[in-house]
């Protein structure tokens, strides 16, 4: 199958790698000529344009930041739907919201072509070492077409249900991701003003109800101050703003994802946006 990708960003780019090393034809688009560049040298082929990617390919995958990304690579001017045709295969692995994901299926499939929306999980860490969880929503049968190529990148493929379900499910995932990264955050100014030691501290919590993934990864990032990899401030806060809209839409109140979002919206306007979700931090050092 010749595949598309578009978008060559800390997740695209190893993932457009690992499709590669599984043996896959790609074609790449994206606006970085340096990230075009890494993956033509491993074996892929530049396209001129983003319809230029649908064109060539069988299946298109995508890895963007934001939904306004991935809603004018697929339906915007030049976008993929121009290039789309009858029985192509579209995976979106980025995080959208559930209406995005239904608009974008709703307007490809007016040209017979089948959008899967497929968030992932796992960070940059997962995507190159090809460990992501990707959850999948859409019909079932674009799905097991789908499923070999998604395996090339994640031991954890799961068909949620239709498309939007998924990206439901990315959300509730990054509402947890994000009030947990603010409470590792909180524990460590916390021990740190009272003058405790972290390393023992951690040493207990290990072993008792505390223990999370994400104190896990998110600690030694902390204490060491390893603030240039990882997810970002700005990816934090816009996973965060579509779980509060998708509690508007129901009905809800989430006080507390209203607080994390506050921390990661604070961080991200005091400079920090570009820095791992950790670097939150330097709020309150000052």
Do not use: C
């Not at 290039?83 to 209406?99: C, E, K, N, Y």
């Not at 003003?193 to 972290?198: F, K, R, S």
């Amino acid at each position: 199958m010749k595949l598309g990708f578009v978008g060559l960003g800390n997740m695209g780019l190893p993932m457009a790698l690992n499709l590669i090393k599984a043996g896959h034809q790609l074609t790449v688009f994206d606006l970085s000529a340096g990230a075009v560049q890494r993956v033509v040298d491993a074996g892929a082929v530049a396209a001129s344009s983003v319809a230029a990617v649908a064109e060539s390919a069988d299946m298109v995958l995508s890895s963007l930041p934001t939904p306004v990304a991935v809603e004018t690579v697929y339906l915007g001017e030049g976008g993929l739907i121009e290039g789309a045709r009858a029985g192509q295969l579209f995976v979106d692995l980025s995080s959208i919201s559930p209406s995005l994901a239904k608009k974008m299926a709703s307007v490809f499939a007016a040209k017979d072509a089948a959008v899967l929306d497929a968030p992932v999980s796992g960070g940059v860490t997962g995507a190159r070492n090809a460990t992501l969880a990707v959850m999948v929503g859409g019909d079932p049968e674009a799905f097991k077409r789908a499923e070999p190529v998604l395996n090339s990148l994640g031991k954890n493929v799961f068909h949620v249900g239709p498309v939007g379900t998924s990206s439901m499910i990315k959300i509730l995932n990054q509402l947890l991701v994000g009030i947990q990264n603010t409470a590792v955050t909180e524990m460590v100014t916390l021990g740190r003003a009272a003058g405790m030691d972290l390393a023992q501290a951690k040493e207990v919590i290990d072993a008792s109800s505390g223990w999370s993934r994400i104190l896990e990864t998110g600690f030694p990032k902390a204490m060491n101050r390893d603030f240039d990899t990882g997810f970002g401030v700005d990816l934090m806060a816009k996973d965060l703003r579509l779980a509060r809209d998708m509690a508007k839409e129901v009905g809800v109140e989430l006080p507390v994802m209203e607080k994390a979002l506050s921390v990661f919206e604070r961080a991200s306007e005091a400079g920090l946006g570009k820095k791992d979700v950790s670097a939150a931090i330097q709020l309150y050092e000052k």
